[in-house]
């Protein structure tokens, strides 16, 4: 695979970077990412990716774009109210940066497909905004033993953890089970400052990247805390857990399921310090 | 005696996992916990005794992404 002219001055400020390069390009152009969820965490990660050349991108998500989703999920604008978020989401993709192969899945991520979805590409991205979604996405990585990098937001909070599976620690070695429904509530309800999403969408996009490039460390045995209020990261420590019921030593789960359906926040008590 | 919880040091009375968990208004179910570095099972949080110096975690469920 040659680079056209065009596409050497498009990428030039990536080859430009020793750890880049023309080689590091070329791995870009060839890798295959997959979206889970057309949204908030989605739609950053999936317009740097998109710029950044990524060969392959894969949309998926069962929705459409609600005038409640833009003010926070930048693939989708004021006109495509109404209309599929894969296909609002493609459109700005290909806009951006008609190199990139865009997959579309008009579908939700459920036991019965995720396996073979996930199969076909070398890096997972999670987007969803519930956690029956992010343990099926976890398990389903797992399984295929796929790169995962994991994101969350909730009101000023965020959180971004990647798992490389059975070498990290994987979300079920931390969290063994989605909260239990009744603690919960929607995220519609708890709300969520914008900009977050463009924070934490991005550090995955930049996971992912690296993972695809081999450099650098990956934010893997340790969960990446943000509290937008004081502009403050953290690191917490985590690390494979034997008991882990996905990737421990004596496994329960040893197959794909779907988890309940619930909503996606849990009222949290803050701890406060 | 003094215990870090979450990055902070704070001041507790010798207690569980479980009474520092009650004392700051946090079900259990709400949160994984971790202690020095490793998970604690929900199981022995209650009899788990914490102690000078040590490193406790309370990891909330953290869920959006739409
Ligand atoms: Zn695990």
């Known amino acids: 695979m040659e680079f056209t002219d065009e596409q050497i001055t498009r990428y030039s400020r990536h080859i430009l970077l020793p750890e880049v390069g023309g080689k590091g390009q070329k791995k870009i152009a060839k890798s295959r990412m997959l979206i889970v969820g057309a949204g908030g965490l989605g739609s950053p990660a999936a317009l740097y990716l998109a710029a950044a050349g990524v060969g392959t991108i894969g949309l998926i998500d069962s929705d459409v774009a609600d005038l409640s989703n833009l003010q926070r999920q930048i693939l989708h604008h004021t006109p495509d109210l109404g209309r599929p978020k894969v296909v609002s989401g493609k459109e700005k993709i290909q806009a951006l940066n008609p190199d990139v192969n865009v997959v579309t899945y008009e579908d939700r991520l459920i036991a019965k497909n995720a396996l073979e979805l996930i199969r076909g590409y070398d890096v997972v991205i999670d987007g969803v905004d519930n956690f029956p979604a992010k343990f099926l996405i976890n398990d389903a990585c797992v399984f295929a033993e796929k790169p995962l990098v994991h994101g969350g937001i909730l009101r000023f909070d965020g959180r971004v953890f990647t798992v490389i599976p059975k070498k990290s620690a994987c979300y079920r070695c931390v969290f063994k089970n989605p909260p239990p429904p009744g603690l919960v509530a929607s995220c519609q309800e708890a709300g969520v400052i914008g900009v977050l999403a463009g924070i934490i969408g991005t550090i995955q996009a930049t996971e992912a990247l690296k993972l695809v490039l081999g450099i650098g460390r990956p934010l893997t045995d340790r969960m990446l805390d943000f509290d937008a209020r004081r502009t403050s990261f953290r690191e917490i420590k985590t690390r494979r857990n034997p008991n882990c019921p996905l990737c421990g030593e004596h496994p329960t789960i040893t197959e794909l399921f779907d988890h309940e359906p619930e909503s996606c926040e849990l009222k949290q008590a803050k701890v406060e310090a | ?66």
């Open chain 2, 1 to 66: 005696m003094q215990v870090k919880i979450n990055g902070k040091a704070e001041e507790v009375q010798g207690a569980t996992v479980l009474d520092l968990l009650k004392a700051k208004n946090i079900d259990p179910h709400m949160v994984a916990v971790e202690l020095n570095n490793t998970m604690l099972e929900h199981d022995y949080l209650a009899t788990t005794s914490v102690k000078e110096g040590d490193q406790v975690e309370f990891l909330f469920y953290m869920g959006g992404g739409q």
